[in-house]
């Protein structure tokens, strides 16, 4: 239907394939969960709307026996659940206003009627029903406030979304973004020219499509999740929820903040190559008004690849406040520094990666350094009306200050010679972005309604400007001839900014306004439909010899439709339509020669179908056929890292498999199975032919991360990594070989405070290439890598 010849059989081939490997990989590996003395504090996540849906929902994000009349319940409305609460108070807060009330029982709890009078203490037994649930897994989410911008359960949204877990996180020990995708299906590394997060969605590259709480976030710089609670990986165009981006698909981080769960962890890691990472996260409860949160980090670390390092700091200090029950104030700030080697790894040799020791560094390590420093203030409001109205509103503004500079190999090897190049960079950024939304619920006759209107203004200034290197003094002498033998140099280098050289500065201002409804014609059938308006306003100003100066006006339209059909509850079946567009901005202006046609923005159409099934509530089964178009592409030139060039557009179509959550009470999985191919549409002259395959695809990747407990106190993970073989770039004329990787994890509970963790980066000392950037720039793969981890909780 909408890929040709793989959307009827590719699925079904699919999930076998996943279920085989997990079957014959998982039976001897046995994976622990520190488990810790039960507590009643739950976390909900629950959106206003009827009382006997959210009473559903409440029994399924937690572990306890409910008995209620469904005729009490009829008709009636709650204003939802958001947070950490105890039972009581968490059922409390659901029945409020509603005449009802909750009455704890030997088994569990009850909900009754409101005596009359205010000492009554008797309970009117009524006619009841029964229903229980068990928390989610571990690796298992049940809901998402991202992907429509209200709480909604990840059945109910029609579109591919993985989510990476807090206890995900911990178990696999994820410091980056990086390594947080490696188990998504769908979502490939690039390599970033060693000095940015750059990940490649559905076989579209971006460095700019990274959100945090839903609000852009799109310097160039590695993140670190030191402070997120959770990793969010929508794919697909989404413009309607996001703006400008969204395009192949995005990452959103779900950052900690300030609660009423008074932990306090902290983390002491070592490991190979001279690694050393401390972090905390303290929470403080001031009073039943007021909460504190303290997130901080520092990591000292060396590489397998010779020369490079790298140092991070970070501390990110939250406070919530509650004045009243219907109020909630959220405000943060986070103060982060990165400084580390600029690696862009190897070249390539007669269309294969160049043979050398992994360690081989190409360039100059001392003299390739990238380093970043973000300053950030956020805000985050949110009151509940009487009337049933819920008004939020968010606010960041943050400033990006970053330097980099590389000496590099810009050439394939040829007669024993490599050439090496270099340049720097400095970029300073300041984000303005304020986002208001209003939620509500109602229902005209029979078919229910969860509206969401919202507007967000923002405000983005950029300057930036590089500067090429020349060797020996010589400023004709823009490249170095150096033998393979020993392709690094001492020699003196000095830097310029040319005629030709990016010198800019951008303004850019977006104003957006957004509205969506979630449709409940019946009990099986759900639609989703919004539409949002940029008005996106470019002032860029080329400062070098060509003293440009462009300002464009776009008025960009993004809408999204989707469709659920749930034959029964735990299963969904969906098709969407959805569009998205990136307007040059920023860091994409560096490398284009920069004219009213390159300004002119991509557009990005997704046809999406699939099924979800919620095995139980802690198991969740995903499978997706897609076909994403890409107008305008901007291609990079596959052997020159310094170029762009514009495409007329670019097909990718794939299928999906993913299975999150717990096979067994003590057995939690996560990982997914890709299917994906992807050609340009149009030839790009000098570059790539018509029907030229898609650089950075593979055809076939498989993951799986399993963890099983062997007993409460002592467990271990086992992981294998499949990704099938890839171009370098759109010209085809470099391959990269496929791999497969195997990861292993010990954990174990040494006292209710202390457990330790000991994690396995490549158990058996695979040799492959983990990332590209371009035909000359590819990055081996870590060999053996082994850390340790000690945790404590006060």
């Avoid at 020349?470 to 000095?494: C, E, I, K, M, W």
């Avoid at 495409?647 to 299975?659: F, N, W």
């Avoid at 799986?704 to 890839?726: C, H, L, Q, S």
Wanted: aromatic fraction near 10%; include cysteine; proline fraction near 4%.
């Amino acid at each position: 239907m909408i890929i040709r010849g793989i959307a009827r059989s590719a699925c079904f081939y699919a999930i076998l394939f996943y279920f085989g490997l997990t079957l014959i990989f998982l039976p001897s590996i046995c994976l622990a969960e520190s488990i810790n003395t039960p507590s009643t504090v739950r976390t909900f996540s629950i959106p206003a709307g009827t009382l006997q849906d959210a009473i559903n929902q409440f029994v399924k994000q937690s572990d306890i026996k409910l008995t209620a009349d469904p005729a009490l319940l009829q008709g009636k409305v709650t204003f939802g659940l958001n947070g950490d609460y105890e039972i009581q108070a968490a059922l409390d807060q659901l029945l409020e206003n509603s005449g009802l009330r909750v009455v704890e029982q030997a088994d569990g709890y009850a909900i009754a009627v409101q005596p009359i009078t205010s000492g009554a203490e008797a309970v009117v037994t009524l006619p009841s029903i029964q229903v229980t649930a068990n928390n989610a897994g571990r690796y298992a989410a049940t809901s998402t406030n991202t992907a429509t911008k209200t709480n909604t359960l990840l059945r109910d949204v029609p579109q591919a979304i993985s989510v990476i877990t807090n206890e995900l996180i911990k178990d696999q020990s994820i410091r980056s973004l990086g390594d947080a995708v490696r188990y998504v299906p769908g979502v490939g590394v690039s390599q970033g020219e060693g000095n940015r997060d750059a990940l490649v969605f559905r076989g579209n590259r971006s460095t700019g499509d990274f959100f945090i709480d839903g609000i852009r976030d799109d310097a160039e710089f590695f993140r670190d999740l030191y402070n997120i609670e959770r990793v969010e990986v929508l794919k697909g165009a989404n413009g309607m929820i996001f703006g400008r981006g969204g395009s192949g698909g995005v990452v959103n981080r779900v950052s900690k903040q300030a609660n009423w769960d008074s932990a306090r962890e902290f983390t002491f890691q070592g490991g190979s190559f001279n690694q050393k990472r401390m972090t905390a996260d303290v929470g403080y409860v001031i009073n039943d008004v007021a909460a504190v949160r303290l997130n901080a980090l520092f990591e000292d670390a060396g590489s397998f690849r010779d020369g490079v390092s790298m140092e991070r700091l970070g501390i990110s200090p939250t406070i919530t406040i509650k004045p009243t029950h219907r109020t909630k104030i959220v405000a943060g700030m986070e103060r982060f520094h990165d400084d580390r080697t600029a690696d862009r790894g190897i070249p390539s040799f007669l269309g294969r990666p160049v043979n050398v020791h992994e360690s081989q560094f190409f360039g100059d390590p001392k003299r390739s350094n990238a380093k970043i420093d973000v300053l950030s203030f956020n805000s985050f409001i949110e009151h509940k009306f009487d009337s049933g109205v819920t008004l939020q509103n968010r606010t960041n503004y943050t400033t990006y200050d970053k330097f980099y500079q590389n000496i590099f190999a810009n050439s394939q090897v040829f007669a024993g010679l490599i050439s090496l190049g270099a340049y720097n960079n400095v970029t300073s950024r300041e984000n303005v972005f304020n986002q208001t939304n209003l939620l509500y619920s109602l229902s005209t006759g029979p078919i229910s309604h969860t509206l969401m209107a919202g507007v967000e203004v923002g405000r983005q200034e950029t300057h930036n400007q590089r500067r090429n290197g020349f060797f020996n003094n010589d400023q004709s002498q823009v490249n170095l001839r150096v033998p393979l033998s020993n392709p690094t140099t001492n020699a003196p280098v000095g830097f310029l900014t040319r005629d030709t050289d990016a010198h800019n500065r951008s303004v850019v201002n977006v104003t957006s306004l957004y509205v969506q409804d979630q449709i409940e014609l019946l009990p099986q059938l759900q639609m989703i439909a919004g539409v949002r308006y940029d008005m996106f306003q470019v002032d860029f100003q080329q400062r070098n010899a060509d003293k440009t100066h462009l300002k464009t006006n776009d008025g960009l339209l993004a809408p999204r439709f989707g469709i659920i059909y749930k034959p029964i509850e735990p299963v969904s079946f969906y098709a969407s339509y959805s569009q998205a567009y990136v307007p040059r901005a920023g860091d994409q202006l560096t490398s284009l020669n920069v004219t009213v046609d390159t300004l002119k923005p991509e557009k990005f159409t997704t046809l999406e179908t699939g099924i979800k099934w919620d095995i139980r509530p802690d198991l969740a089964l995903t499978a997706a056929v897609y076909q994403l178009d890409r107008t305008n592409v901007i291609t990079a030139d596959p052997n020159d890292s310094t170029r762009t060039f514009l495409a007329k557009g670019q097909r990718t179509e794939g299928v999906e498999v993913s299975l999150n959550g717990q096979l067994t009470s003590n057995w939690s999985v996560m990982g997914g199975y890709a299917f994906q191919t992807g050609q340009f549409t149009s030839e790009i002259p000098g570059v790539a032919k018509k029907g030229a395959t898609v650089g950075e695809l593979p055809r076939h990747t498989f993951s799986a991360w399993n963890r099983y407990d062997i007993t409460p106190k002592i467990g271990a993970a086992f992981g294998v990594i499949y990704r099938g073989e890839m171009f370098a770039s759109a010209d085809n004329a470099v391959r990269i070989p496929d791999f497969t990787r195997v990861d292993a994890a010990l954990f174990a509970q040494f006292t209710k405070r202390f457990r330790g963790q000991l994690n396995i980066e490549n158990l058996f000392d695979t040799k492959y290439f983990s990332s590209v950037h371009n035909n000359n720039n590819i990055t081996p793969g870590s060999p053996i890598a082994i850390r340790a981890s000690l945790i404590a909780n006060f």
